[in-house]
């Protein structure tokens, strides 16, 4: 049998693309899901294990009878603008659920982690593109969870021998190239999927958070990442934690910035459908540009990325929206409706 993995948070977004990358490379992904966001659908690489990360006596038992070489971390709660309103749940979920993840680990005997971190750690940057050395000093408290997170690793490093890689994914995007698989939020709160569904004729217009910022068209600048660019950083951490002890962080971003005017340019350009938009207030919490300096992780992990292009990242999500047997959504405002008068 392939050696197994645990994934926790498997059947999400990027958990479910990396479940794939992992299959591929001949492990066995073995996903560790409540299904709170996460869909059974998306778990087609190796076994689901439903359970929550904080349930001790389940985690336990998994870990029991899988015995997994290493931890793949992704399970957390993901809206920056949601943990402006509900910081608990953010606290509650991403920092406690990591600290008894840790516990079972230890209780396990495991002693490698990979862990999903954000570009959200550095909060409003003092310059661009973003090394790893630059400040962390989040500015939601979304981005202060991954760093309490980063911080438990550190000292559990030093304390228990836990090696750990943390990723701090930019903003990831576009979907499985072979179309098995794409993102799938309920409620869906991301730019990209937002704007292609509104090109899909499944929302009327797209809100866009913000036109006063300190950017050339004055809309908040990403630094977007392809999901399958992402899952393959993680097969080249898992081989990083073999040889080396401690713990690290890595940038994964492609290092080019695009506005959210022209994300919705190139949706339109890619789609050849029209997207309405209007311009509502800014997000609370929103960093006016995120650009990745991921030189690091090139250098260090030997990453290298191959689906940098913006118009490719749309062309992968709009192929998976628009697949005819894809998994329809529950998402009450995926009620068809007449496409909106472009703006
Ligand atoms: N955004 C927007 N309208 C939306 C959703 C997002 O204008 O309906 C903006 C958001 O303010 C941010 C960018 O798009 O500047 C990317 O947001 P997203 O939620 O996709 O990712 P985040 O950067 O928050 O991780």
Redesign the pocket.
Same mark, same amino acid.
């Given at each position: 049998m392939a050696t197994p993995l645990l994934v926790t948070g498997g059947a999400g977004y990027i958990g479910s693309h990396v479940c794939k990358a992992l299959a591929a490379a001949g492990w066995l992904p073995v996903t560790y899901d409540n299904l709170s966001n996460g869909h059974r659908w998306a778990v087609r690489w190796g076994p689901l294990e439903v359970g929550d990360l904080q349930d001790r006596a389940r985690l336990d038992a998994v870990l029991e009878r899988w015995r997994p070489q290493a931890v793949l971390h992704f399970a957390a709660y993901i809206a920056? %603008?949601e943990s402006v309103v509900d910081p608990g749940k953010y606290y509650e979920n991403n920092v406690l659920g990591l600290l008894s993840l840790l516990a079972a680990m230890g209780r396990a005997g495991l002693d490698r982690i990979v862990f999903s971190s954000t570009a959200?750690v550095y909060g409003t940057p003092r310059r661009v593109p973003i090394d790893e050395r630059h400040p962390l000093e989040p500015v939601n408290p979304y981005g202060s969870t991954k760093l309490v997170c980063e911080q438990l690793l550190r000292d559990f490093a030093v304390a228990h021998g836990i090696r750990s890689v943390a990723l701090r994914y930019f903003?990831a995007a576009g979907a499985d190239p072979d179309g098995e698989l794409g993102e799938a939020h309920e409620p869906e709160?991301?730019? $990209?999927p937002?704007v292609l569904e509104a090109a899909a004729g499944l929302r009327p217009e $797209?809100?866009?958070? %913000?036109e006063d910022y300190p950017t050339a068209d004055g809309?908040?600048i !990403?630094d977007y990442i392809h999901v399958a660019d992402l899952a393959q950083a993680h097969l080249l951490a898992l081989d990083r934690l073999s040889g080396a002890e401690g713990t690290d962080a890595f940038n994964l971003g492609n290092g080019a910035g695009f506005s959210?005017r022209q994300v919705v340019e190139a949706a339109r350009r890619v789609t050849g459908r029209p997207i309405a938009v209007r311009v509502r207030a800014a !997000?609370p919490g929103?960093p006016p540009v995120?650009v990745a300096d991921a030189g690091r992780a090139r250098s260090d992990l030997g990453w290298r990325p191959r689906h940098s292009a913006l118009d490719e990242q749309l062309a992968h999500a709009w192929q998976w929206l628009t697949a005819p047997g894809r998994r329809p959504r529950a998402d009450p405002c995926a009620i068809v409706r007449p496409a909106a008068t472009q703006i």
């Amino acid at each position: 049998m392939a050696t197994p993995l645990l994934v926790t948070g498997g059947a999400g977004y990027i958990g479910s693309h990396v479940c794939k990358a992992l299959a591929a490379a001949g492990w066995l992904p073995v996903t560790y899901d409540n299904l709170s966001n996460g869909h059974r659908w998306a778990v087609r690489w190796g076994p689901l294990e439903v359970g929550d990360l904080q349930d001790r006596a389940r985690l336990d038992a998994v870990l029991e009878r899988w015995r997994p070489q290493a931890v793949l971390h992704f399970a957390a709660y993901i809206a920056a %603008g949601e943990s402006v309103v509900d910081p608990g749940k953010y606290y509650e979920n991403n920092v406690l659920g990591l600290l008894s993840l840790l516990a079972a680990m230890g209780r396990a005997g495991l002693d490698r982690i990979v862990f999903s971190s954000t570009a959200a750690v550095y909060g409003t940057p003092r310059r661009v593109p973003i090394d790893e050395r630059h400040p962390l000093e989040p500015v939601n408290p979304y981005g202060s969870t991954k760093l309490v997170c980063e911080q438990l690793l550190r000292d559990f490093a030093v304390a228990h021998g836990i090696r750990s890689v943390a990723l701090r994914y930019f903003n990831a995007a576009g979907a499985d190239p072979d179309g098995e698989l794409g993102e799938a939020h309920e409620p869906e709160t991301h730019l $990209i999927p937002l704007v292609l569904e509104a090109a899909a004729g499944l929302r009327p217009e $797209i809100a866009i958070f %913000g036109e006063d910022y300190p950017t050339a068209d004055g809309t908040c600048i !990403r630094d977007y990442i392809h999901v399958a660019d992402l899952a393959q950083a993680h097969l080249l951490a898992l081989d990083r934690l073999s040889g080396a002890e401690g713990t690290d962080a890595f940038n994964l971003g492609n290092g080019a910035g695009f506005s959210v005017r022209q994300v919705v340019e190139a949706a339109r350009r890619v789609t050849g459908r029209p997207i309405a938009v209007r311009v509502r207030a800014a !997000r609370p919490g929103d960093p006016p540009v995120l650009v990745a300096d991921a030189g690091r992780a090139r250098s260090d992990l030997g990453w290298r990325p191959r689906h940098s292009a913006l118009d490719e990242q749309l062309a992968h999500a709009w192929q998976w929206l628009t697949a005819p047997g894809r998994r329809p959504r529950a998402d009450p405002c995926a009620i068809v409706r007449p496409a909106a008068t472009q703006i």
